[in-house]
């Protein structure tokens, strides 16, 4: 059973609710069950974790919210973005709401960006697509968008292609993309987990900006645990497809309940000994 949110009853409805959400994939013996009846909320201006090892199931339930699941998966249950329940949009009305409403921001930016094109044309892609600017008037934004992201030159950075950037300049021109049309919900799927922990420090802080000046509310997939003690206000843990436990911050890591929990604070020793959040 969830604990409840101690804002949710002050606000009208989550950004992301999800309910019963179950993932199947066909195969030779027997349908696999990659989801079992996964519930879970993000609520607006809060960063959401959602741990567990590879293969729980985290990476799967973040897809599902985008409808970008691979062919063949089997989808039962509800996702609500705002209200709406996007699994009974057509493909049409779902990439309408793809990089406007909701949007992903990928481990590998470098595999997600066109290596053929600028990078200043692809933060700019949104707002053609989705608002029908020319241009001209997309191009000022994406100078806003890229010195927002910490981008210095962004003049000189937006007419440069991907490979000019480093890691850490690739994720924030995904994360620059990905703020174009101020999303109700960001999904960041285990975004740093290429970068040194100095980059990683600095995305770290940039998502809490985001938060916290954009309102977006954000769900935050990794296996790393100390990365949710930072960055996190709630977290699910998730094993074999399921939510063994959710919570605040302070009390999974403090009082875990469940031993799959308590197994995974275990193993990794060094997250207690962080003192402060990443400057």
């Known amino acids: 059973m969830s604990e409840p949110r101690p804002h949710a009853r002050n606000r009208e409805r989550p950004a992301l609710a999800i309910r019963g959400l179950t993932v199947d994939f066909k195969r030779?013996?027997?349908?696999?069950?990659?989801?079992?009846?996964?519930?879970?909320?993000?609520?607006?201006?809060?960063?959401?974790?959602?741990?567990?090892?590879s293969g729980s199931g985290k990476t799967m339930t973040a897809l599902s919210a985008m409808r970008l699941l691979p062919y063949g998966a089997k989808v039962s249950?509800?996702?609500?973005?705002?209200?709406?329940d996007i699994?009974?949009?057509?493909?049409?009305?779902?990439?309408?709401?793809r990089g406007d409403r909701i949007v992903l921001i990928p481990q590998d930016a470098l595999q997600a960006l066109n290596p053929t094109m600028p990078v200043g044309r692809?933060?700019?892609e949104p707002y053609e697509f989705?608002?029908?600017?020319?241009?001209?008037?997309?191009?000022?934004?994406?100078?806003?968008?890229?010195?927002?992201?910490?981008?210095?030159?962004?003049?000189?950075?937006?007419?440069?292609?991907?490979?000019?950037?480093?890691?850490?300049?690739q994720q924030r021109a995904m994360i620059a993309t990905g703020l174009a049309l101020d999303p109700e919900l960001i999904i960041a799927d285990e975004p740093t987990t290429?970068?040194?922990?100095?980059?990683?420090?600095?995305?770290?802080?940039?998502?809490?900006?985001?938060?916290?000046?954009?309102?977006?509310?954000?769900?935050?997939?990794?296996?790393?645990?100390?990365?949710?003690?930072?960055?996190?206000?709630?977290?699910?843990?998730?094993n074999g497809g399921r939510v063994v436990e959710d919570g605040p911050v302070a009390r999974i890591f403090g009082a875990?309940?469940?031993?799959?929990?308590?197994?995974?604070?275990?193993?990794?020793?060094?997250?207690?000994?962080?003192?402060?959040?990443?400057r």
């Open 28 to 53: 030779r013996g027997g349908d696999l069950r990659a989801v079992d009846q996964v519930s879970l909320d993000v609520w607006p201006k809060e960063i959401v974790g959602v741990i567990g090892e």
């Open 77 to 84: 249950g509800t996702i609500e973005l705002g209200g709406r």
């Open 87 to 97: 699994l009974s949009l057509d493909e049409a009305g779902m990439r309408g709401l």
């Open 122 to 124: 692809q933060v700019g």
């Open 130 to 169: 989705h608002r029908k600017l020319s241009w001209r008037r997309a191009a000022e934004k994406v100078i806003d968008l890229l010195r927002a992201v910490k981008i210095a030159d962004p003049e000189i950075r937006a007419r440069e292609y991907p490979h000019q950037f480093s890691g850490g300049m």
């Open 194 to 238: 290429a970068l040194d922990v100095t980059v990683q420090a600095r995305i770290l802080k940039l998502l809490r900006e985001i938060r916290d000046q954009r309102g977006s509310a954000i769900m935050f997939i990794t296996h790393e645990l100390g990365i949710v003690a930072e960055l996190c206000d709630w977290v699910y843990v998730m």
């Open 256 to 278: 875990p309940r469940a031993d799959y929990t308590r197994m995974l604070l275990a193993a990794t020793p060094s997250i207690h000994k962080r003192k402060e959040r990443p």
